[in-house]
C-alpha cells in the first residue's frame, strides 16, 4: 500500500500540532499526569510572577507556577504551585518571591525544621522578597543582608501592631503614657521633699536627732541621780519584803471574822442589842412610855397647882386630868396605839 505525500503531510502536521499544545501547556506549568500535588500561597505582591516560573529549593526546580489570581480587589494575590518532584516540605517552611540580576522571577521555598510536613492542598506560609537588590547584597555581604532582612521583618511586625490598635486602644495608651508622666512628676517632688526632710542641717529628722542627742546627754549628765532614784526604790522594796505582811493579813482576817459575827447577832433577835434592834415589843412600848410622858407634862403644865400645892385657903383645882396631850404639842406628837 503506497501512502501518498499529501497524508504524510497531513499526519506530519498534526503531530506537530499536538506538541506545539503539549509544550504549550508544559510551558504553563501544567501536568501531564493525572495525579499532581498542589500547594498554595498568599502574597500581597507578587513582582512580575507568571504561569510556569519555577518553583525552586536550594536553588533546584521542584515545581512551576499554575495560576496566580489576585480577584477583584488584588489586594491578595494566591498563587497555585504545581510540584513535579514529590517532596518533603516542613510546616513551618516559608515561600518568596525572588528575581535574579537578567529579569528572570522565581518562587523559592526557604525549608523549615518542622517534623510535620505540608499535605496536598495545604498553603504555604509566605514573606516579602528582596528582589534584585537584596540577591545581589547576599553575595557581595552576607551580613549586611542578614541585618536588612532583620529590619524588614521588623518593619513588618511594627505594621501589624499598628494595625492591631484601634483609636480607642491608642487613646488609652497614650492616657496611660500622660498618667505615667504625673506618677513621675509626683515621684520628682516626693523625692524633693524627702531630700528636704534628710537635709543634716535643716531637716525636720535631723532635728529629731539633734533633739534625740540631746534627751541623752541630758540622760547621761544625771547618770548619778538616775542611779540614786534606783537605788532608792531598790532599798523600799526590799523594807517592804521585810514586813510581816502575813501575820497581818491573818490578824486582820480574824478581825473581820469577829466582825461579821458581831453584826449577825446585832441582826438575830438573840442576845440584848439583838432584842433592842429586833424586837417589836420594845419599840411599841417606848412609845406608850412616850406617850405618858407627854400627858404628863401637858397636864403639868396646864394644872401645876394639882402637883404643887402652895395655896393659902387651900383651893382645890375642880377640872379632872388630862386623858389625851393637847394639840399643840408639835415638836412630841401623840401616837396613837
Avoid: C, W
Amino acid at each position: 500500500m503506497t501512502i501518498s505525500n499529501e497524508t504524510k503531510v497531513g499526519a506530519l502536521t498534526s503531530i506537530a500540532i499536538v506538541l506545539l499544545i503539549l509544550g504549550f501547556n508544559f510551558l504553563k506549568g501544567k501536568s501531564f499526569s493525572n495525579h499532581k500535588t498542589q500547594y498554595y500561597a498568599i502574597f500581597d505582591n507578587i513582582k512580575g510572577l507568571a504561569n510556569s516560573n519555577p518553583v525552586m529549593i536550594n536553588g533546584k526546580q521542584v515545581g512551576t507556577v499554575f495560576s496566580t489570581d489576585g480577584g477583584l480587589d488584588m489586594r491578595k494575590i494566591t498563587v497555585t504551585l504545581n510540584m513535579s518532584l514529590p517532596v518533603n516540605i516542613p510546616a513551618n517552611s516559608v515561600a518568596f518571591v525572588t528575581s535574579s540580576p537578567l529579569g528572570n522571577t522565581a518562587l523559592e521555598i526557604k525549608l523549615g525544621d518542622s517534623t510535620k510536613f505540608y499535605r496536598d492542598g495545604d498553603t504555604i506560609l509566605t514573606k516579602k522578597g528582596g528582589g534584585m537588590l537584596d540577591a545581589v547584597l547576599e553575595k557581595v555581604d552576607p551580613v549586611l543582608f542578614q541585618v536588612s532582612n532583620s529590619l524588614r521583618d521588623l518593619d513588618s511586625i511594627l505594621i501589624s501592631a499598628n494595625s492591631l490598635f484601634d483609636p480607642n486602644t491608642k487613646s488609652n495608651i497614650r492616657n496611660m503614657i500622660d498618667n505615667l508622666n504625673h506618677t513621675t512628676a509626683s515621684l520628682s517632688i516626693s523625692s524633693a521633699s524627702l531630700q528636704t526632710l534628710l537635709n543634716t542641717q535643716t531637716g525636720a529628722l535631723a532635728k529629731t536627732l539633734n533633739n534625740v542627742g540631746s534627751f541623752t546627754e541630758t540622760l547621761a549628765k544625771n547618770n548619778d541621780k538616775m542611779t540614786g532614784i534606783i537605788t532608792n526604790v531598790e532599798k523600799t522594796t526590799a523594807t517592804f519584803s521585810k514586813l510581816d505582811l502575813e501575820n497581818t493579813l491573818t490578824t486582820l482576817n480574824g478581825t473581820i471574822s469577829n466582825l461579821k459575827t458581831t453584826i449577825g447577832k446585832i441582826n438575830s433577835d438573840t442576845g440584848t442589842l439583838g432584842l433592842l434592834m429586833n424586837d417589836k415589843k420594845l419599840y411599841n412600848n417606848l412609845t406608850a412610855s412616850t406617850n405618858k410622858l407627854n400627858l404628863l407634862l401637858d397636864d403639868l403644865r396646864l394644872h401645876p397647882k394639882r402637883y404643887i400645892n402652895i395655896s393659902v385657903f387651900g383651893k382645890k383645882e375642880k377640872e379632872g386630868p388630862l386623858m389625851v396631850p393637847l394639840p399643840d404639842t408639835v415638836n412630841a406628837p401623840y401616837i396613837k396605839q
